[in-house]
């Protein structure tokens, strides 16, 4: 009886101890788990705040790297590394490495944060040859699961403008309505107004100081414009998503005359303070999301924004000004105005960037 006793105790130490082992298993996989996603997971999300701040004080470390290092950090770096290289090798708008980032778009073992990256410096090198990866990109893409590389890959397909892609972005807002809609619908919008260059010059041409009157006057927004709070972003030139000095004088114009009519605009030093404050790069002002985001941190409901074309016709130079008024609250262009500007020296002046290179 006492042996019967003993063997039973014996079992209960050895299933305690097994209990112990499994539990102690159990735990060292959760902790492994759970501090290994922060090393590969932390830049996820890239409109965080303190993902922001990485990327800026990378990207600072970065601008005198020559843009072979640049590629090496790009194919082995991670995290805010790897952005950071894409984004400052994208502003050099440098054509030679086109290739490099096409590849890693479409390579898709890499992470859909950094090929979203990949694909926006395509939209700034501005080569309509980058097309075709970028189609066959969003064609492969599922933007349930790889939401920011649908979403930046489309917007890049916009910006570059050719009618061709119109039918891939179609087919993915069919197929997926809720994630596409926005983004699909402002691309094809950006793709109608490039693909009807050649009717341009019909719309009117004034000067920059008639520009803030014919805006008001064209601007067909369908909420209540009085109530509305606008929140004025810089405009950039196409196809090298530059930021002129022409910009801050259409801005200028803009806004005095905004706040003459009585509009609520939001102003340049408090747009400026937050995004100081927020690790907010200028350079970034064409993405659609920074925008959104920038328009929600100063408490606007609407933003105001365009692009900068210069062309010829036949007789003339002459700058497209396209205006875009962008919903806060959806991030979809609600309203468009489309108009010339003449071509002076003035003009040709303020559509020169200094400090080009970075």
């Known amino acids: 009886m006492f042996y019967v006793e003993g063997e039973i105790v014996k079992m209960k130490k050895l299933l305690i101890v097994i209990l112990f082992t499994f539990i102690f298993a159990i735990l060292s996989v959760c902790q492994t788990t759970y501090y290994a996603k922060p090393e590969t997971l932390s830049y996820s999300n890239p409109n965080k705040k303190e993902n922001r701040k990485k990327v800026s004080n990378k990207m600072e470390t970065m601008v005198g790297m020559p843009s072979e290092k640049l590629v090496d950090q790009m194919l082995l770096a991670k995290d805010e590394d790897a952005v950071a290289a894409i984004r400052v ?22 992470p859909d944060y950094i090929r979203a990256e990949a694909a926006i410096a395509l939209a700034r090198i501005g080569s309509d040859e980058s097309r075709a990866v970028l189609e066959k990109t969003l064609d492969e893409t599922n933007p349930d699961e790889e939401v920011l590389t649908a979403k930046k890959t489309t917007e890049s397909i916009g910006r570059i403008g050719n009618i061709k892609s119109k039918n891939v972005i179609e087919i993915k807002m069919k197929k997926y309505k809720t994630r596409m809609n926005v983004v699909g619908l402002n691309a094809l919008n950006r793709i109608d107004e490039y693909n009807h260059t050649q009717l341009w010059h019909k719309d009117s041409i004034i000067t920059l100081p008639e520009l803030p009157d014919y805006v008001i006057k064209n601007m067909e927004y369908q909420g209540n414009k009085k109530e509305a709070i606008f929140s004025f972003i810089p405009f950039y030139v196409l196809p090298s998503l530059e930021i002129p000095p022409l910009s801050n004088e259409i801005l200028g114009e803009l806004t005095g005359k905004f706040n003459k009519e009585g509009y609520k605009v939001i102003t340049h030093d408090r747009i400026k303070d937050v995004m100081e404050t927020q690790y907010m790069q200028s350079s ?4 659609d999301d920074y925008k959104t985001s ?21 007789k003339e130079k002459l700058v497209r000004v396209r205006i875009e008024v962008i919903s806060v609250e959806t991030g979809l262009i609600v ?24």
Do not use: C, H, M
């Open 89 to 110: 090798l994208g502003l050099r708008r440098d054509k030679k490495y086109k290739n490099e980032l096409e590849n890693y778009l479409s390579n898709t073992n890499n």
């Open 284 to 287: 970034d002002f064409y993405d």
């Open 294 to 314: 920038l328009g929600q941190l100063v408490g606007a409901s609407v933003i105001l924004t365009g692009t900068i074309t210069p062309y010829e016709t036949l």
């Open 335 to 358: 309203a468009t105005v489309g108009v010339n500007l003449k071509w002076d020296n003035n003009i040709e002046k303020l559509l020169e960037v200094k400090n080009k290179d970075i």
